[in-house]
């Protein structure tokens, strides 16, 4: 039996995960059996028209269980984490005035970092540094600004692709302006705002060579959904190739095949291997918060039962 209103409401569930690890279906049986909403913390499916290349949920999905936080800007919007905090936090005092638990399902560690804990602001932009760093970019060649944070940082490094320039080139602004590299930076800043409620944090994992073969079988529905014609749809109404949205995965690497920079099959490979590549940096992330409880899926292991097991966790009996 579902508890009451009064004892719902300051009650938090948290669940991440990499991308393909199920955390939408699962997320689904969760919120059905807490009576709640979804916060989606997911920095992709904040751009609307942008739904088969970042996985959204379906409208048949979304009539079951309602989701905020995603549809939030175009294409071409800007968007930060500090702006998920203020749309989350206002979401969040809605459902708790309503007596809803509190449920955030998503895989942008950084999103759900910051609502819970805040945001080290760091130095303000220092754009000559900018523009002598992507100038560096352009005549070294694609990696050199990569290699030379590699140099300083090998943990940032790690975590930031090589061709997210917006991002190499903070934390190398970060490292010439404070001194210190961005991932010490990071660790060291304790997050001063305390949790808004009491939170448990659920990660969802799979072995490797299981998660591999999902993110296989979600890049061939994808492309069997319509990717490639979503991606010539955003092309065709005038959204740069070099925008964020479009540079994220499934548009940056179908928009090579349909400017003919790669063939079809080329494409598809391309983006199997970066989803891959961003699952990876994304279990970085999420392995390096302690407060995490893991959960092992099995291949096999119904989003049913995976919920169940969750909600039979003694962290998570006083939400039901």
């Avoid at 660790?187 to 409620?197: D, I, S």
């Avoid at 010539?232 to 949205?245: D, I, K, M, R, T």
Wanted: charged share 30%.
């Amino acid at each position: 039996m579902p508890a009451s209103s009064e004892e719902k409401k300051d009650l938090w569930l948290i669940l991440v995960g990499p991308t393909a690890v199920g955390k939408s279906a699962v997320a689904e049986r969760l919120a059905l059996a807490l009576e709640t909403d979804i916060l989606v913390a997911d920095s992709r499916q904040i751009y609307r028209g942008m739904d088969i290349g970042t996985d959204k949920p379906s409208p048949e999905s979304r009539a079951r269980v309602p989701r905020h936080l995603i549809d939030l800007v175009p294409p071409d919007g800007s968007f930060s984490a500090g702006k998920f905090k203020m749309l989350a936090e206002e979401k969040i005092a809605a459902l708790s005035r309503g007596g809803k638990p509190i449920f955030i399902e998503g895989g942008t560690g950084l999103y759900i970092k910051t609502l819970l804990y805040g945001l080290w602001e760091g130095p303000p932009a220092d754009w000559d540094l900018r523009r002598r760093l992507l100038q560096e970019e352009s005549e070294r060649g694609e990696g050199a600004l990569h290699r030379r944070l590699a140099e300083v940082d090998p943990a940032a490094a790690e975590r930031i692709h090589p061709r997210d320039l917006p991002k190499l080139v903070r934390a190398l602004e970060v490292y010439e302006r404070v001194g210190r590299p961005i991932s010490e930076v990071h660790a060291a800043h304790r997050f001063a705002e305390p949790p808004k409620g009491d939170y448990f944090l659920v990660g969802l994992r799979r072995d490797r060579e299981d998660l591999y073969q999902r993110i296989e079988q979600r890049v061939e529905a994808q492309i069997a959904k319509g990717l490639i014609d979503e991606t010539a749809g955003l092309l065709s109404a005038g959204f740069s190739p070099e925008l964020p949205s479009m540079r994220g995965l499934g548009y940056k690497q179908m928009a090579r095949y349909i400017r003919g920079e790669q063939t079809r099959e080329e494409a598809i490979a391309t983006l199997k291997r970066d989803t891959r590549h961003y699952a990876k940096r994304q279990m970085t992330w999420f392995r390096a918060d302690p407060k995490i409880e893991w959960i092992d899926l099995r291949p096999e292991e119904a989003p049913e039962e995976a919920a169940d097991r969750i909600l039979r966790l003694k962290y998570l009996k006083s939400m039901l």
